[in-house]
Structure formats: structure tokens, C-alpha cells
């Protein structure tokens, strides 16, 4: 049980969600970003902020995940369903963007430019600019103009030339404040009610598409509402629109930046003593195999209590290596700094290096070298921090210390999981929402460092999700994966991976991967290569007909800017099409990441699926964002479309994201933890 | 077949569990709401301190406790790295002091990584009241991205107020009370300290280590000495 100093911890804290949303926080229009009711405003999320939001209205059952990618750049992926389009339903995807040209300054209001299905010129295609001034009394006046979707209503022409109908689904740029133009406005009054805001707006929307294909009749371009929110991270919106339609929306937020629980919760550091003047510096005892096996054995029950396991040893009279495992401080920089603590403590006084290199997945990844006379000088002074880091080197590891080392005799090794999911379809078979409850039971049997068998099993105990391809069909368990993995290094910069089995529910083969990726370089290159088999929808263990050859180059940058990364692969698709899959994802040092890809390849839209592309977004939050305890578990929720193009096989065990964490880059920005 | 299928997928680690354990989510709510045998054992009846307990302790002493919160605890001096003394608690927290100035805290839920003081800073260095400055700046560190941290440089005010007599553990002592307003970067604060009215040692102090923790309430029943 965690043992609290000072602070008394509530139960309820614990079993708290995300809470606490910034009382400056901009309210949500029905789009599920900063808003009015359906306009927009120039308003920004927190930066970090990632909300949820579910809307219903007359026309449309619709849900977004938004994100403050940047302090200026608000992103959102919206996903729509419109009963009456073109003769069907329609199920709309789009990416929208919004940035912040100028902030609010004295009489100036703040000004933003946006983007509605950035990238294809369908149904809820627009773009806009805007400005919202903050006019006192808790009153926000917005008035901006808008192109597409947003110029439909009392239009006053068009500015930049035509604009085709929005009935693309490609990517496609040419549509930008083309066509008609029209202005919008409205007002939002923060009353003295906590938590209540009171909204009216003029819409520039004339829901065209509505009225053509469907019944839709709006009366007014008026608009009303309130918003609720009762505590923070959830807030509530109804709404009376045009005359004639009602909407509601809720929305669900959290933040990076604002963690449930401090993150510095728990015990302390190892305070450290320096060595006393003219300390021992006999470094005899280092030919004496039963003293080397003495401190082995004494450091290894002293790592445990920070959860760092120790893979390898090798001592000399003045120098240690450490192969460790750090298997609960979300921050590497902090289990290192704990380590040297530890050295400084626990090891003879002649020792005076410390090389530390943290094993991921069985792969060695960056070897850090600590001087004890710079641990003893930096320790508790006012410039620790950058000094530390001054004096702290770099570079790649081999993948073992080699013979001669101690080694941790743990293999074969079996660990298992049992782990229940709920996958939730929003527009599978044509219903709004379906979901399935999962159970899924996996188990790893290590027989070497780096070369383990896995399997992954799921029974669906109720479900109606469809996926129209007979795999979701199924009653009882299926086969997620059977694999017989072996990770290595070809040079300490270059990582490999080798996969061959059931590699995922629907593929079955050989899948084998090579990653160089320096230390101490913000980029790295990748090459996979997968020759598969589809599997049989209705069988456990059988094969299809199809084979294939899928192989992609990819290229991995950490921009070093906001948390940034980037990843472009190139590349077949398991269907033979060609293409291109870009990533982008935000990561923040205590281990929360929003990423979002498109996939664009040379698939027909008919055989595509959704689109020519597909697109997705992720937020993955560490349980220790939320837990007053040290673990490396996180929690992650996708929303995204899978089309027949553009699809890879799922390996789960892909190199990048296994060393990512432990490069330079990586280790200076997380490096304030390292005396923490 | 053309799949229009939109994931949203939500993996529970609440129920998890594994060769490794229970899923850490379960484990803690469990040591919250369902303490283990062990947990529930009576706690011994805290020791009543002493003037007699601490001197046979041989050791540097000092009480702290977060402003705000009802517990008091104790903490020893572990460490002396240059002029800093590290204090640690029975639960392995840490405060780290510089003279009498807190410098670094440690597991409290909002670490002070580390503060800059003037040569002349008579919280950090023993300086009888008659000599203490008026005038001062220091930087607090804090974690934040990067190593160097976030740094909050403060200038700070000293005003001298009366003298007055207060106890701790048995022993009296007459000291002068100084009020200490800082402020900068966005930061206000006041710190108050009770110093010997002789030597200048200060017996009692509440003194800022963040925003995240406000004030931390210390009272020095031993103070560290080289001797």
C-alpha cells in the first residue's frame, strides 16, 4: 500500500477519470472543437487537450476526437453519419485543422484561419476565418467568414473563383475558399451559473446536401443553446437549431498537462554520500570472482525495490556495466538516475564508471556513462540538472556484454495476460454504434534472450460488430497470434527483427524487419519485408488462397519541437496496392501520445474502401497520468477506417516503438527526472 | 467487399491481470479499499519525542509538514553533499536543505528539484539578525522538459519584525521573525522565519517548494552540525 508523508491520497481519487479541465477552456460546437453551436470560433483548446465528443442532431449522429497538437494548432478527426446522401447513408471521415493566426490583444480580437475536411472536398468540406473578442461580463462575440459548406447561406459570391460539388472523397486541395462566401456569427455569455454558458448564433450553413437528398427544412439560419459543464473534463450541450432541428452533444476532455495525480507521488531517491578524501582505491578485490559475485548479488534485491531488473553485469576495478531492465518508472531517465544512486551506495570506492544500458524488449538500446566524482559534485547543487547532462555520455550498445559477464539465469521464461477489451464500431453494418466485448488471453515463453514464442487468443463474449469480411463472424476463440519472434542487432545502431507464424488474425507467414537508428541522431531508417498467406475467415487454423509480398522503407524524424515525431512509409500493401502511409504524433515526456497517419495508395476508390485513404488518430495515456503508483502501463483508444488499401499485417512488436524512448533526444527531454 | 468500418477501440487495463500480478490500477485500489492482512496490523503507538530521544539519537532532526495537510512528520539528516543536508523520512521522502533554506524535496507529489541562493542568503547561511540583508534573489528548479527544468527567479524582501519566545521538544528560545516576500515569473509568495535573535539559526520556518505543494512548515529540533 502506498505510504503517503504528507499528503493524504482520497480513495476516490484514484478511481477519479479525467478531471479537471482549465477554467479558460473554450466551449465545443457540435463539430467537437472550439466552438459555437455549428460555427466555429477562433478560439483554441489548451495545448495537450484531447476530448471526445458524441452529437446528435436531426441530420447527422456524429463523433470527433480533437487535439491541441500545438499551442496554435487545434486538429480533429470527425466522423459523421447522414442517413439521406446521394440515395444511402453517408459515412463521412474528415480531418479538421484550425490555427491561430493572432492572439487576443487589447482591442484586438483573436484571429484564426480554419479547415474542414482538409484533406478532400466532401460533405462537410469549408473553410473559414474568424475572430472572437472577449467584450467583458463573461460575453464572447464571434464573427468570421466562410468558404464550402460555410458560404452556403446568404451568400454574398465568390471571392477566389468555383468551387466543385462537394461530393469528392479523394485527396484534394483545388476546393480551398473557392465558391461562394458567406459571413456567420454569434455570441456566447459565460453566466454567473457555474458551468453554464448560454449561446446564439447566425449560421452560414444552408445544409444544402440535406435538402437535396433528404427531408430537411430549416426555417431560420438562427441558432440557440446551452452548454453545461458540471465538473471539469464533461460538458454538455443542447441545442435549437434552424428553426427546426434539435442537437445535443457531450463532450469528454483530458489533458497532458494536467495529470490526476502529481506525477513526483511516492518515495524518494537513495540520498547520496560522497566518498570521504583519500578514499580506498585498491582495486584487488575485483580478481576475486566470490566479491564480484557479492555485489551482484547484493545489487539485484536493492534494484527490485525500483523495479529495474538486472540482465548482465561485468565489473572491473574501476569501471561497472549494467544491462538493466527498467520495468516500473515510466521515465527511463529516472529508473538511471535511481541506478546511480544505488552504485553510489552499494559499490567499492574505486569504482568510478558507470555504464547503464536499459534493455527494451530484449534489445540493448543506449549505453549512458555517469563519472561517480561527477555524481558526488553535481548531487542536491542549484545547476544539477543541466550539469548532469553536460557531463553524462552516449552511444549505441552492443546487444550483450559478451562472455565473461554475469548473466540473469532466467530462461526459458513463461509470462501470460488476460486482458478484457470493448472494440466499438460507429458506423459498422450501417448502425450508428455496435461494440463487442472481447476477453483476450496472451502468454510469451522466452527461450533466449531476444527469441520467444507468443500467442494471443480472443473470445468474443457478446458483440454485434461486422466487418464484413466473415472474420468478426466467428463464435468461438480465434487466433490473433502464434509467433516465434527473435529481436537482435546487427551493429549496436542497427536493430532486426524476425516474425514467422500466425502474425495477426487475418495473415499468416514470415514478416522480418530491420531499424538503424543512431543514438545520438534525431532520424532513423527502417526496411520491412512480409511474405504472408490470408487466412481462413472460418477456420482456427487454416489458410486461403491469397498470397502475397508486402515490403515498405520507412523513415522515422523526431522534430525535437513540441514532442513532434514523424514517420512516412513506402511501400506494397498487403492488396498489391502501392502507396504511402505519413504519421504524425505528439509525445509528451510523462508518456501520454496522440498520433495521427493517412494512408494514400493507388487502390480505385471502389476497392479502397472509405475514400482513396484511409486515416486514423490514437491517444495512448500512462496509468501513471491517473495512479499514484510507478508502472509503465498505459491505456489507448483508436478511431479510425480500414479499407481493403493501405492495410499491413498487425506484428505487434514493430522495432521502432520498442526503442524509441532511448535515444539521446528522448533521454534530454525526460532528463529532468534523472534526480528525481 | 468494400468495408466501411470505423474502430474505436478501448483496451480495459482495469480488469487486467497477469503473470506479473494483478493489473497495477486493481492492485492499488485494492490497497486502498481492501488493506491486506498486513496493512491491518496496529500501527506501534508513535514514540513521544524528546529532548532526551533526540540527543541519544545523535542525529539531526527537524518536523516537517505540508501547509494545509494535518500530518506531522519527522525527518533525519542522511546526507551532506557540500553545504546541502538531506533529511529523510520513515517513508523514504526526502527534504534537502541548505543551511535552513529547502532546496530540493523529493516524493512529496511536487518535487523541488533544486534552488540557487545569494552568497549572502542568511536563511542558507548563519548570519546573526543584526546582519541580515534585505534584499535577495534565488532560483527555484523545477521539472519540465529538458534538463535544465523550469527555473523561477525570484527577488525577495526581507522585513524584520519582534522578537518573541517559542518552545520545541523542551528547549526555549528567543528569536526574531522575519516575513520574506518573493515574487517573479508569475510567483508571489511570503515566507516567515523565526531565527535565534543571536546566532541567527532558525528554529521555525514556513517556506514555498512549488506550486504544486504551497508552503512547507519546518521546525528544526536538531540542527545539523559538522562537529
Not at chain 2, 516537517?64 to 543536508?85: C, F, H, K, P, Q
Request: proline letters at 5%.
Amino acid at each position: 500500500m502506498m505510504h503517503i508523508l504528507f499528503r493524504t491520497l482520497p480513495a476516490g481519487l484514484i478511481l477519479a477519470s479525467s478531471t479537471a479541465t482549465l477554467a479558460d477552456s473554450p466551449s465545443f460546437s457540435l463539430y467537437g472543437t472550439a466552438g459555437l453551436i455549428d460555427m466555429p470560433t477562433a478560439q483554441m483548446l489548451p495545448d495537450g487537450e484531447t476530448a471526445w465528443t458524441f452529437t446528435q442532431t436531426n441530420t447527422m449522429v456524429g463523433g470527433t476526437m480533437a487535439f491541441q497538437l500545438l499551442p496554435n494548432l487545434e486538429t480533429a478527426v470527425h466522423f459523421a453519419t447522414v442517413d439521406e446522401w446521394l440515395g444511402g447513408t453517408l459515412y463521412d471521415q474528415s480531418l479538421d485543422l484550425k490555427y491561430k493566426i493572432m492572439d487576443e490583444n487589447g482591442y484586438f480580437p483573436s484571429l484564426a484561419i480554419g479547415f474542414r475536411d482538409f484533406l478532400s472536398n466532401g460533405a462537410f468540406s469549408s473553410e473559414y476565418i474568424v475572430a472572437t473578442k472577449n467584450v467583458g461580463y463573461g460575453l464572447a462575440v464571434t464573427g468570421g467568414i466562410g468558404w464550402g459548406r460555410l458560404g452556403s447561406y446568404n451568400s454574398v459570391g465568390s471571392l477566389f473563383g468555383s468551387r466543385a460539388p462537394s461530393i469528392s472523397t479523394g485527396v484534394d486541395f483545388n476546393h480551398f475558399f473557392r465558391g461562394d462566401a458567406a459571413f456567420f456569427g454569434g455570441l456566447e455569455w459565460e453566466t454567473p451559473v457555474d458551468g453554464l454558458i448560454v449561446k446564439a448564433e447566425y449560421s452560414s450553413d444552408a445544409y444544402l446536401g440535406e435538402q437535396t437528398y433528404g427531408s430537411f427544412s430549416p426555417k431560420s439560419p438562427f441558432n440557440f443553446g446551452v452548454d453545461y459543464e458540471p465538473f471539469g473534463g464533461i460538458s454538455m450541450g443542447a441545442y435549437y437549431n434552424y428553426g427546426t432541428d434539435f442537437g445535443f452533444r457531450i463532450t469528454l476532455s483530458g489533458n497532458a498537462n494536467r495529470p490526476i495525480v502529481a506525477p513526483d507521488l511516492g518515495t524518494g531517491p537513495v540520498p547520496v554520500n560522497p566518498r570521504p578524501q583519500g578514499y580506498d582505491r585498491n582495486t584487488a578485490w575485483a580478481n576475486n570472482p566470490a566479491a564480484q559475485d557479492a555485489i551482484v548479488k547484493g545489487l539485484i534485491p536493492l534494484f527490485e525495490t525500483e523495479g529495474v531488473v538486472i540482465e548482465e553485469v561485468r565489473l572491473t576495478g574501476n569501471s561497472i556495466d549494467l544491462y538493466v531492465q527498467n520495468t516500473k518508472m515510466p521515465m527511463t531517465t529516472k529508473a538511471v538516475g535511481r541506478i546511480t544512486r544505488m552504485l553510489s551506495v552499494a559499490l567499492p570506492h574505486s569504482i568510478e564508471v558507470f555504464r547503464i544500458t536499459p534493455v527494451s524488449s530484449s534489445l540493448a538500446t543506449t549505453t549512458i556513462e555517469i563519472k561517480r566524482s561527477d555524481l558526488e559534485a553535481q548531487v542536491e547543487r542549484p545547476n544539477a540538472g543541466p550539469e548532469s547532462f553536460r557531463t553524462t555520455q552516449f552511444s549505441d550498445a552492443e546487444n550483450t556484454l559478451g562472455d565473461g559477464a554475469w548473466k540473469r539465469d532466467i530462461y526459458p521464461d513463461f509470462s501470460w495476460s488476460l486482458n478484457p477489451r470493448i472494440p466499438v464500431s460507429l458506423s459498422s453494418g450501417g448502425s450508428a454504434a455496435s461494440f463487442d466485448l472481447l476477453l483476450n488471453a496472451s502468454a510469451g515463453y522466452r527461450i533466449s534472450r531476444g527469441l520467444s514464442l507468443n500467442t494471443s487468443l480472443t473470445q468474443k463474449v457478446y458483440g454485434t460488430i461486422d466487418t464484413g469480411d466473415g472474420f468478426s463472424d466467428s463464435k468461438g476463440p480465434s487466433l490473433d497470434r502464434l509467433t516465434a519472434d527473435y529481436l537482435f542487432k546487427l551493429s549496436p545502431a542497427t536493430y532486426a527483427r524476425v516474425s514467422a507464424g500466425y502474425l495477426d488474425r487475418k495473415y499468416g507467414g514470415i514478416d522480418a524487419e530491420v531499424l538503424w537508428k543512431p543514438t545520438n541522431q534525431n532520424w532513423g531508417l527502417g526496411f520491412e519485408l512480409a511474405a504472408v498467406q490470408k487466412r481462413a475467415p472460418d477456420s482456427f487454423l487454416g489458410f486461403g488462397d491469397d498470397q502475397t509480398l508486402s515490403a515498405h522503407a520507412s523513415i522515422y524524424w523526431d522534430t525535437g519541437f513540441h514532442g513532434l515525431e514523424a514517420q512516412v512509409d513506402v511501400g506494397r500493401y498487403l492488396a498489391g496496392d502501392l502507396g504511402s502511409t505519413v504519421k504524425l504524433s505528439r509525445r509528451f515526456a510523462n508518456g501520454w501520445e496522440v498520433a495521427g497517419f493517412v494512408t494514400v495508395t493507388d487502390m480505385p476508390f471502389a476497392d479502397f474502401g472509405e475514400g482513396n485513404f484511409s486515416k486514423g488518430i490514437s491517444v495512448t495515456i500512462p496509468l501513471r497520468w491517473t495512479m499514484p503508483l510507478e508502472t509503465r502501463s498505459s491505456t489507448s483508444i483508436s478511431l479510425g477506417t480500414s479499407g481493403n488499401g493501405g492495410q499491413r499485417v498487425g506484428v505487434g512488436n514493430r522495432l521502432y516503438p520498442i526503442i524509441r524512448d532511448y535515444d539521446v533526444l528522448d533521454l534530454r527531454e525526460t532528463w529532468g527526472a534523472y534526480w528525481q | 467487399m468494400i468495408r466501411q468500418s470505423l474502430l474505436f477501440c478501448l483496451a480495459l487495463s482495469l480488469g487486467a491481470c497477469s503473470s506479473g500480478g494483478t493489473s497495477p490500477v486493481f492492485s492499488a485500489i485494492k490497497g486502498v479499499i481492501l488493506p491486506s492482512d498486513e496493512d491491518e496490523k496496529p500501527a506501534k503507538a508513535p514514540a513521544t519525542i524528546t529532548r532526551a530521544r533526540i540527543e541519544q539519537s545523535g542525529l539531526a532532526i527537524i518536523r516537517g509538514r505540508l501547509e494545509g495537510e494535518d500530518i506531522t512528520n519527522i525527518l533525519s539528516a542522511t546526507s551532506l553533499n557540500g553545504t546541502y543536508v538531506t533529511y529523510v523520512s520513515a517513508f523514504k521522502q526526502t527534504v534537502t536543505m541548505n543551511g535552513s533554506l529547502v532546496t530540493a524535496t523529493r516524493g512529496l507529489g511536487g518535487d523541488l528539484l533544486a534552488v540557487r541562493n545569494d552568497a549572502n542568503d542568511p536563511v542558507a547561511v548563519l548570519t546573526p539578525p543584526k546582519d541580515w540583508p534585505t534584499h535577495l534573489t534565488r532560483d527555484y528548479r523545477f521539472p519540465a522538459d529538458g534538463p535544465a527544468g523550469n527555473v523561477v527567479t525570484l527577488d525577495c524582501a526581507l522585513t524584520r519584525g519582534g522578537e518573541t519566545e517559542i518552545t520545541i521538544v523542551e528547549l526555549d528560545y528567543t528569536v526574531t521573525a522575519f516575513s520574506e516576500v518573493c515574487s517573479g515569473k508569475g510567483v508571489n509568495f511570503t515566507n516567515i522565519y523565526l531565527a535565534d535573535a543571536k546566532s541567527g539559526q532558525i528554529w521555525q520556518a514556513r517556506q514555498w517548494v512549488g506550486e504544486k505543494l504551497g508552503y512547507l512548515n519546518i521546525e528544526v529540533l536538531e540542527p545539523f552540525t559538522l562537529d
